[in-house]
């Protein structure tokens, strides 16, 4: 069991939780697929636990690798770019045919956006360190502003396509923009 504390095992003990968190993602997704909304969220809100605790986990046992930073951020694209875009996608899909054309065009731009700044934020990371602030909005935050919207459509809060289609264009935006964002 030496290897779940080995900083260059793929299945040290911080690595394995990324997996559980990538592979509640895909869950979610097929979740979704089917109509499950509610039991994808829950799942997404596991992801998210689990997405803290790999991190805390890593630097308690000095398991911070390169490996690790990369695998986390594929975590993330799954479970905090692309599962909350499947969310709110599915949720609008009863649409006509322009606007479900017109929304995939959006979640392609705000999956882009979230996939570009995952990848800049590689660029610029070191194995352990912990930044005091974001630039840009993270993904998990991204993710929750996305749940916030399939809410408030959901809940006929915002029942226009058009202004939930505006607010996701914003948020993909804010994802590499210059705003900071206090690291907690």
């Known amino acids: 069991m030496s290897f779940l504390y080995n900083k260059n095992s793929h299945f040290n003990l911080a690595n394995i939780i990324t997996y559980s968190n990538i592979s509640l993602g895909v869950i979610a997704m097929y979740l979704i697929q089917e109509g499950d909304f509610f039991t994808a969220i829950i799942l997404a809100w596991c992801a998210g636990a689990l997405d803290i605790t790999d991190g805390k986990i890593a630097r308690k046992y000095n398991l911070s690798c390169e490996f690790g930073i990369q695998l986390d951020s594929f975590a993330d694209f799954i479970s905090f770019v692309i ?23 959006v979640f392609l731009y705000y999956i882009i956006s979230g996939l570009r700044r995952l990848v800049a934020f590689n660029i610029q990371s070191q194995e352990g360190a ?34 939930i289609l505006f607010l996701v264009t914003v948020i993909g935006f804010l994802l590499n923009s210059k705003v900071k964002i206090r690291h907690p």
Do not use: Q, R
């Open 83 to 105: 599962m909350p875009a499947f969310l709110l996608f599915y949720a609008m899909e009863k649409s006509d045919g322009f606007e479900t054309v017109f929304a995939g065009f």
């Open 130 to 163: 912990v930044v005091k602030y974001f630039v840009g909005v993270p993904t998990p935050l991204g993710a929750i502003l996305l749940w916030v919207l399939y809410l408030f459509y959901s809940y006929e809060v915002v029942s226009s396509i058009y202004v």
